[in-house]
């Protein structure tokens, strides 16, 4: 049957216009920020102190607040500038790297038996395989597992102390976060973890080379054991810092609450078949 282009259009909109939207699963990916935040052990904890907080002379309720801290504390963003001259600083970054999809490349398994667990080009490769997309125009975020332990500080990064030789968790290895931005481009890379690097790391390749791509870090991101590993929007809103080398970031994930399935099934429950089949 031939019927005239325009008429399909007429159909095609006829018929999205019955569709009833997707009910969106809404995940807030952003630790709250105070004075017991974790964050790397060289940086400024968070700290409020209340100016007002009760009713005044005049009758009226007031509450002001002033805040002292790092830029790299709780969940935040690591601009690119933070370990590559002349590249992007937080307000810098283009709004359109800020809004993208979620690639979650999951590395629980090898981090509960190795806490300084490397993330290898093979997890990157089999992300694509298992999903079927590509990397490119996605926030990578590394799923470890290491936000179960956000509320114990030794057990999130090492130790107690101050000392950064004595950290451990995992991270990204220098190879793989080459092969990231040599092969692929994405927007940013996200881990549960204080670096992106793993603890022992003293050279930072990871942030080296990822960040002088003009491609972004997040840190202490929460939450990533509640996203699909494909099929999520990431809205990464990092404080617009001029010149800034890292800021204190709202991280919030959305996803169609099918994922979810009607059988109420959590998306980590699910199979990674069930989820790939519904976003093709
Ligand atoms: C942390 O903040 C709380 C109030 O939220 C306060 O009671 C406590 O004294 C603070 N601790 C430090 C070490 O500043
Ligand atoms: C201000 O006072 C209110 C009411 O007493 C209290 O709930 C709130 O936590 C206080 N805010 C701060 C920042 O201390
Ligand atoms: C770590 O550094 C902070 C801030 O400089 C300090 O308050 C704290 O006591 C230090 N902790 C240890 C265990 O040395
Ligand atoms: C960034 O720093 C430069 C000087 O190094 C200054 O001219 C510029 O105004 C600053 N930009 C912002 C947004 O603060």
Known sequence: MFLPCTLYIVLYTATLAKTAPIPLEMVDMSYVFDNTTLHWPTQRKFELFVLENGTQEEGYWLQIEEYFSGVHVGTHMDAPCHFAKGRWSVDQIPISHLIAPAAVVDITKKAEEDRDALVQVEDFENWEIVTGQSLDGTIVLIRSGWGKRWNDREAFTGTTGNDTTKLHFPGISEEAAQWLVDNRNVYGVGSETLSLDNGPSQELMAHRIILDKN?????????????????ATLYVLPMKIGNGSGAPARIIATFPKILHGKDGKSVTERTLREIIIFNK
């Open 215 to 231: 491609v972004f870090g997040l840190e202490n991101v929460a939450n990533v054991d509640m996203l699909p590993i494909y099929g």
